[in-house]
């Protein structure tokens, strides 16, 4: 007990010290200052009086000084309260305590009794709910929610000061104590939030007034950085509920979409488990529902949101927006539901850099649509919203009282596992389970990694598959676990110089807005000739290519290493593309699928436009084609890719490990390679004739439908959506005018020059073509010593012939001035002989064969 006859300051020590020991927590610390010094005196001094908490418990300190802040910022609702409470009190004629009643020592005999009477407890709540502390032993009581229950509580326990503001607030003077000239305004209290310096820490009481929680509805941005939603729910002043409904027949679009492949959804599953661990931390935790799949796809979702709205009593939604059309439809549907039954809904965007549907080709016009040089130009030219600055994570949530019933994550069914028929699991996921982090702080040491090292070979070496020059960010960008804005943020901060690496943000913004121009991207071909294209339907082939058994090691390690990690860098998912589509002649829709089904980071519209143009039917075609040998000298000149994803390969030498078919049978059999046994034999043995197959059929089915070729510029041309028809007549911003009916547009578009030369003559083979597109590839190390020799030679050799010029130059001027005749010309030059021995002649590690 506190030391009797002790001054008030004494006292409020003596209950600081009963909070370290753990016998007292710290709101009814707080709530014991305020009723021993009063309303004033513990404003100006209760800072000072925790100041020394500050060095030796900061995590109390902290604590403490979010409570007094809480309570000494009251809002113009928090007063109206406190108002109608003391009337209450009034008119009741109960007379208030004084401080000298409150500080009497307590005895022993009650002291747990009288302890609970000075508790911040007094929320109010539903009748019957109970707030339960998420992290300590303490627990809070249900507060009376009527005026006769508050009249019954005031009558029942004199001694507890319950004024029915969210907070216990003792009353030591009068009710004029309280200076309204120092009541912060509600914009710096809203800066504060967002500064995370006035939030709820773990374990504070429930939002004041029982304020109906905000439902902050989670899809794909599972961070607390950065999170434009999540800061909008701390500054509505109540509580939070995060909540993921997790809804698989909304995801997917009409057609074969394939939005959340097995990889996809195992990546999901691991990080709700991370983020579920965050929110945690913060004092919350995310409700997890299961949308009736009985419901059509556009309401299942809905249908979720209304029961957790009727079950919590919610009034207001936020969440960050998504940009496939199909779940736009969805979200516009759930909007105008929600506002008629007078639900606020609040969208915010921050899965791309700039809202694909708010970017327009005004003032730029069509030319060159497709490439990622004509986005850019619109976007400089309408820039819309500014990016901003990226926003802090909260240090805590506030928790509602009542928290709603979900359900268990693994009833999801996100990572469910296949059975083999004697009931053992099959676990695929193992190897992905080893090579990522799946949490948001993964991402952050990943980013941190790349802007330190990678970076900085990532603008000529980022095609090497057998060195880390990526950053491997798209899986965390894809979830939502990486805003796209930090990663700028951090890249311009790290003075990041390479604008390959800043110009992918904007091919990926490029992606979700020609998803919104043609919906269906994923499933149908832009180019109307090119759905006549004869493709091959040899299933053998295919299930050859992705399971990485085709015969080419590096066709078969890049699609090894999908298979056990679910992803490939880049330049590797080109190769395996043209190797698919330009080869194998088969559909580019059946990579699209293995793709969406296989990787961590499958994103549908920037896997259906690089599908797109890979397969010669997107907006901008590739103008290359990736040989599947010839590419291994630029991205594994040393077999160092292929020996560890092909280690049957791994005893083979560096110039013949990526055409084990030419090595003699001596070498492979010492190498223990057997085709057909240890390796698979080649699908496809003849490419040359593949490719030039390739190639007449692009110019029999442009032949077939001339109507969409352009007979002046030899381009394929496009229907335009309506709203490029609209921006093109200037309707776009009349009213939100849109074409929708009359002729069809047709609009040249980019087109690769091969396939131009091809239609003049079209039984040409693709080696005389000559614009074949085919990338043959070159030895980085190798070739840049060789070019660094050559030029240093060709530099020394220019610097001599410089310097003679100039001698006989001089000398000519001055036998002329002189009057003398001219020097005889020289008969002939001398020349270096093969065999000299000087440094000037030898050609270092045989960089002259390498050249051939």
């Given at each position: 007990m506190p030391p009797s006859g002790a001054d008030a300051q004494a006292t409020v020590k003596w209950w600081l010290g009963e909070v370290l020991e753990g016998r007292e927590d710290p709101e009814g610390f707080f709530a014991m200052c305020v009723s021993i010094l009063g309303h004033r005196e513990t404003r100006s001094q209760f800072l000072s009086l925790i100041e020394p908490l500050s060095t030796g418990d900061r995590l109390l300190?902290?604590?403490?000084?979010?409570?007094?802040?809480?309570?000494?910022?009251?809002?113009?609702?928090?007063?109206?309260?406190?108002?109608?409470?003391?009337?209450?009190?009034?008119?009741?004629?109960q007379p208030l305590q004084s401080p000298s009643q409150e500080t009497q020592p307590l005895q022993s005999g009650d002291a747990q009794n009288q302890r609970g009477s000075v508790q911040m407890n007094s929320i109010l709540k539903p009748e019957g709910s109970n707030c339960t502390n998420q992290t300590g032993s303490w627990k809070r009581e249900s507060a009376p929610q009527t005026a006769r229950e508050m009249e019954f509580q005031i009558s029942t326990y004199p001694n507890k000061q319950?004024?029915?503001?969210?907070?216990?607030?003792?009353?030591?003077?009068?009710?004029?104590?309280?200076?309204?000239?120092?009541?912060?305004?509600?914009?710096?209290?809203?800066?504060?939030?967002?500064?995370?310096?006035?939030?709820?820490?773990?374990?504070?009481?429930?939002?004041?007034?029982?304020?109906?929680?905000?439902?902050?509805?989670?899809?794909?941005?599972?961070?607390?950085?950065?999170?434009?939603?999540?800061?909008?729910?701390?500054?509505?002043?109540?509580?939070?509920?995060?909540?993921?409904?997790?809804?698989?027949?909304?995801?997917?679009?009409?057609?074969?979409?394939?939005?959340?492949?097995?990889?996809?959804?195992?990546?999901?599953?691991?990080?709700?488990?991370?983020?579920?661990?965050?929110?945690?931390?913060?004092?919350?935790?995310?409700?997890?529902?299961?949308?009736?799949?009985e419901m059509t796809s556009a309401e299942s979702s809905l249908k979720a949101l209304k029961e957790l709205i009727k079950d919590t009593g919610a009034r207001t939604v936020l969440a960050n927006a998504l940009y496939e059309p199909w779940l736009k439809e969805r979200d516009d549907l759930v909007v105008s539901t929600l506002q008629k039954q007078g639900?606020?809904?609040?969208?915010?965007?921050?899965?791309?850099?700039?809202?694909?549907?708010?970017?327009?080709?005004?003032?730029?016009?069509?030319?060159?649509?497709?490439?990622?040089?004509?986005?850019?130009?619109?976007?400089?030219?309408?820039?819309?919203?500014?990016?901003?600055?990226?926003?802090?994570?909260?240090?805590?949530?506030?928790?509602?009282?009542?928290?709603?019933?979900?359900?268990?994550?693994?009833?999801?069914?996100?990572?469910?596992?296949?059975?083999?028929?004697?009931g053992t699991m099959v676990d695929w996921?193992?190897?992905?389970?080893?090579?990522?982090?799946?949490?948001?702080?993964?991402?952050?040491?990943?980013?941190?990694?790349?802007?330190?090292?990678?970076?900085?070979?990532y603008e000529k070496e980022s095609g090497r598959a057998d060195a880390p020059n990526t950053s491997c960010l798209s899986p965390y960008l894809h979830f939502g676990q990486l805003s796209p804005r930090w990663l700028m943020?951090?890249?311009?901060?790290?003075?990041?110089?390479?604008?390959?690496?800043?110009?992918?943000?904007?091919?990926?913004?490029?992606?979700?807005?020609?998803?919104?121009?043609?919906?269906?991207?994923?499933?149908?071909?832009?180019?109307?000739?090119?759905?006549?294209l004869r493709w091959s339907s040899d299933r053998g082939h295919l299930k050859a290519w992705q399971r990485g058994r085709t015969g080419y090691p590096l066709v078969d390690a890049a699609m090894r290493q999908l298979w056990?990690?679910?992803?490939?860098?880049?330049?590797?998912?080109?190769?395996?593309?043209?190797?698919?589509?330009?080869?194998?002649?088969?559909?580019?829709?059946?990579?699209?699928?293995?793709?969406?089904?296989?990787?961590?980071?499958?994103?549908?519209?920037?896997?259906?436009?690089?599908?797109?143009?890979?397969?010669?039917?997107?907006?901008?075609?590739?103008?290359?084609?990736?040989?599947?040998?010839?590419?291994?000298?630029?991205?594994?000149?040393y077999g160092t890719y292929v020996r560890k994803w092909c280690p049957e390969l791994a005893d083979l030498p560096d110039e013949l490990i990526h055409k084990p078919w030419k090595c003699p049978a001596s070498m492979l059999q010492r190498a223990g390679v057997l085709f057909g046994q240890s390796?698979?034999?080649?699908?496809?043995?003849?490419?040359?004739?593949?490719?030039?197959?390739?190639?007449?059929?692009?110019?029999?089915?442009?032949?077939?439908?001339?109507?969409?070729?352009?007979?002046?510029?030899?381009?394929?041309?496009?229907?335009?959506?309506?709203?490029?028809?609209?921006?093109?007549?200037?309707?776009?911003?009349?009213?939100?005018?849109?074409?929708?009916?009359?002729?069809?547009?047709?609009?040249?578009v980019i087109t690769r020059m091969e396939f131009k030369h091809q239609q003049e003559d079209p039984d040409a083979d693709a080696t005389s073509n000559p614009y074949n597109a085919v990338l043959k590839g070159y030895v980085s190390r190798k070739r840049d010593e060789t070019i660094a020799f050559l030029n240093e030679r060709d530099f020394t050799a220019s610097v001599m012939h410089e310097a003679i010029q100039r001698k006989e130059r001089l000398n000519s001027d001055y036998r002329r001035m002189e009057g003398l005749p001219p020097s005889p010309s020289p008969r002939g030059r001398a020349r270096r002989t093969p065999t000299a021995k000087d440094r000037f002649s030898i050609v270092p590690g045989g960089a002259v064969t390498s050249l051939k």
């Open positions: 300190h902290a604590s403490l000084t979010s409570i007094y802040q809480e309570y000494f910022t009251k809002t113009e609702d928090d007063e109206l309260e406190l108002a109608l409470a003391l009337s209450l009190l009034d008119m009741k004629g319950t004024l029915g503001t969210g907070r216990t607030v003792c009353v030591s003077e009068q009710e004029g104590d309280v200076d309204q000239s120092q009541k912060p305004k509600r914009s710096k209290n809203r800066r504060q939030r967002r500064k995370c310096t006035g939030q709820h820490l773990v374990g504070l009481p429930c939002s004041p007034s029982a304020t109906p929680p905000v439902l902050l509805w989670f899809r794909r941005d599972l961070r607390l950085c950065d999170n434009p939603a999540l800061v909008a729910s701390l500054e509505v002043g109540a509580p939070v509920i995060p909540v993921f409904i997790w809804s698989p027949e909304e995801e997917e679009g009409t057609g074969v979409t394939v939005a959340m492949g097995g990889a996809c959804k195992y990546w999901l599953h691991q990080a709700l488990l991370c983020f579920c661990s965050s929110l945690e931390h913060i004092g919350s935790h995310l409700v997890f529902l299961k949308a009736n799949g639900v606020e809904f609040r969208m915010f965007h921050s899965f791309c850099l700039r809202d694909p549907y708010s970017v327009t080709t005004e003032g730029v016009g069509l030319r060159g649509i497709g490439s990622v040089s004509h986005f850019m130009s619109c976007c400089r030219q309408n820039p819309g919203t500014a990016v901003g600055v990226p926003l802090d994570p909260p240090v805590s949530l506030p928790t509602p009282a009542h928290w709603p019933k979900g359900v268990c994550l693994d009833e999801l069914g996100l990572a469910r596992m296949p059975r083999r028929k004697d996921a193992v190897n992905i389970r080893k090579t990522w982090d799946f949490s948001e702080g993964g991402a952050q040491a990943r980013l941190e990694a790349f802007l330190h090292d990678g970076v900085y070979r943020w951090d890249a311009k901060g790290a003075r990041c110089r390479p604008l390959k690496f800043q110009r992918k943000l904007a091919w990926r913004d490029l992606a979700y807005w020609q998803l919104t121009l043609f919906p269906d991207l994923p499933w149908e071909s832009i180019r109307p000739p090119y759905k006549a056990q990690t679910g992803w490939m860098n880049n330049y590797m998912r080109h190769v395996v593309a043209s190797f698919l589509i330009a080869y194998l002649h088969l559909p580019w829709q059946e990579g699209y699928r293995w793709f969406q089904d296989t990787l961590v980071d499958a994103d549908v519209a920037i896997d259906a436009m690089m599908w797109q143009n890979g397969g010669m039917c997107g907006l901008d075609h590739w103008n290359f084609v990736m040989h599947p040998v010839d590419a291994a000298m630029t991205c594994d000149p390796y698979p034999e080649r699908i496809i043995t003849d490419l040359e004739e593949r490719r030039n197959q390739s190639l007449q059929d692009v110019a029999l089915v442009r032949r077939e439908f001339e109507q969409y070729v352009d007979k002046r510029s030899g381009c394929d041309l496009v229907p335009l959506p309506p709203r490029l028809v609209s921006e093109a007549l200037g309707l776009s911003h009349k009213d939100g005018a849109v074409v929708t009916q009359g002729k069809q547009f047709l609009l040249p």
